[in-house]
């Protein structure tokens, strides 16, 4: 998926022309805490709504402060993966999305790009997540699908998250089954170290694990 495809039409950009009190109406009306400020197409930066408290009257140009704002954003053309790691490394509510050219052509939200990973990972459909820690050269890929589909499971994701400043790694796994006993059992026989499993049950908890655990891995 590309940045392009993830673009909202909801939220429009402010111009270098709006004042601070159309900015932080626009913020509240949103539900974001930072909006893309443009000059006709050009990208100028995105503004905070720190910023504009900070500005001396709220009824004051955002042109006063476009050459100190920060300039975060994606080009069309780049995967979602790029923008999700800006939205980890600056915590910021949305990502500006720009032409080959530099010119402004929308902002990922983080409902978006939680949306895009939810459906990618397969958080939505029924099944059952397991999550095994070994170490890396420990790790493969043909053995693990092999006692999976030997249970008659299917492997609908898998990613993996190393862990800092060590050789072991958390292998997550989403299969289609929502008894995943047989295919638990099969791996502890393996000598698979579970650190984790969960039921379709838990969801919420399970979409919100795996979102924290790919934004982890992707910092790494």
Known sequence: MLARDLISIDIPPLTVNDDGEKALKWMDEFKVSHLP?????????????????????????LSKVRKTLGKPFVFEHQHAYEALKLYDLLKITLIPVLDE????????TQQKLLAYFSEMTDA????????????EKDYSLSQIAQIAE????????????PHRDSTELDVTIK????????????LERYGYRIRESYTQGNAKKDLKDRYDSLIHYLNI
């Not at 050219?101 to 990922?108: D, H, K, N, S």
């Not at 939505?124 to 170490?135: F, Q």
């Not at 030997?150 to 998250?161: D, E, K, M, V, Y």
């Not at 299969?175 to 099969?186: E, F, G, K, M, R």
């Open 101 to 108: 050219r530099e010119r402004f052509m929308g902002v990922i």
């Open 175 to 186: 299969i289609n089954l929502q008894d995943a006993s047989a295919v638990l059992q099969t």
């Open 124 to 135: 939505k459909d029924p099944g059952s997540l397991i999550v095994l820690e070994l170490h």
């Open 37 to 61: 400020v443009i000059d006709k197409t050009s990208y100028v930066g995105i503004i905070s709504d720190m910023e504009i408290i900070d500005l001396v009257a709220p009824t004051e140009h």
């Open 150 to 161: 030997s249970n008659g499971a299917r492997i609908l994701s898998l990613f993996l998250t």
